[in-house]
T-cell receptor, first 114, second 116 residues
Framework: GAGVSQSPRYKVAKRGQDVALRCDPI?????LFWYQQALGQGPEFLTY????????KSGLPSDRFFAERPEGSVSTLKIQRTQQEDSAVYLC????????????FGPGTRLTVT | AQSVTQLDSHVSVSEGTPVLLRCNYS??????LFWYVQHPNKGLQLLLK??????LVKGINGFEAEFKKSETSFHLTKPSAHMSDAAEYFC??????????????FGTGTRLTIIP
């Protein structure tokens, strides 16, 4: 079946531009996570949704980062006024439930801010 | 907070020889631990997970890991490396925030190179 998909796969933005990254989770998955992976590092948690509710946004690095999942399926991560330090791969993951359910990861969106 | 330390940033082994990727964890309670693999331009894939059942965990593609509480370790092993095993491997610990999710805390990764 279809896995988690993300678009675009690559995005180049000029410093100061706004970007929107999309995640299509596996159909029916309740939980959705966003992670940020800097070059040469492991992914770091950004935010978590359970259906349409954003229950944890403790990992968002600044108020320039905003995520939404209005209908409990597709999610968008928006970054306003991008900075060079925002350059990273942004990973989306979904799972069918809470706690011990496996997280399935998408291929990621590589954001380069010039 | 939970954390993991991957002791080697890069491991090289010859095809057909054993693989050992080392991971130590820090946790204030009994953790859930995972190994994920990341192939170039592909998503992260779960290899195996430990959730307080058997301490020796078997995963996909012949990998296994042993949870050792006394050593706070969760090393990943495979008896015989294959060329297709070349990838980045992440040791991961769960961090239950209490919101009903199991957000993951990743190590910095170990790049595994297989020598033909």
């Amino acid at each position: 079946g279809a896995g988690v998909s993300q678009s675009p796969r690559y995005k180049v933005a000029k410093r100061g531009q706004d970007v929107a990254l999309r995640c299509d989770p596996i159909s029916g998955h309740v939980s959705l996570f966003w992670y940020q992976q800097a070059l040469g590092q492991g992914p770091e948690f950004l935010t978590y949704f359970q259906n349409e509710a954003q229950l944890d946004k403790s990992g968002l690095p600044s108020d320039r980062f905003f995520a939404e999942r209005p209908e409990g399926s597709v999610s968008t991560l928006k970054i306003q006024r991008t900075q060079q330090e925002d350059s990273a791969v942004y990973l989306c993951a979904s799972s069918s439930g809470t706690y011990t359910y496996e997280q399935y990861f998408g291929p990621g969106t590589r954001l380069t801010v010039t | 907070a939970q954390s993991v330390t991957q002791l080697d940033s890069h491991v090289s082994v010859s095809e057909g020889t054993p693989v050992l990727l080392r991971c130590n964890y820090s946790s204030s309670y009994s953790p859930s631990l995972f190994w994920y693999v990341q192939h170039p331009n592909k998503g992260l894939q779960l290899l195996l997970k430990y959730t307080s059942a058997a301490t020796l965990v078997k995963g996909i593609n012949g990998f296994e890991a042993e949870f050792k509480k006394s050593e706070t370790s969760f090393h990943l092993t495979k008896p015989s490396a294959h060329m297709s095993d070349a990838a980045e491997y992440f040791c991961v610990v769960s961090d239950r925030s209490g919101f009903g999710n199991e957000k993951l805390t990743f190590g910095t990764g170990t790049r595994l190179t297989i020598i033909p």
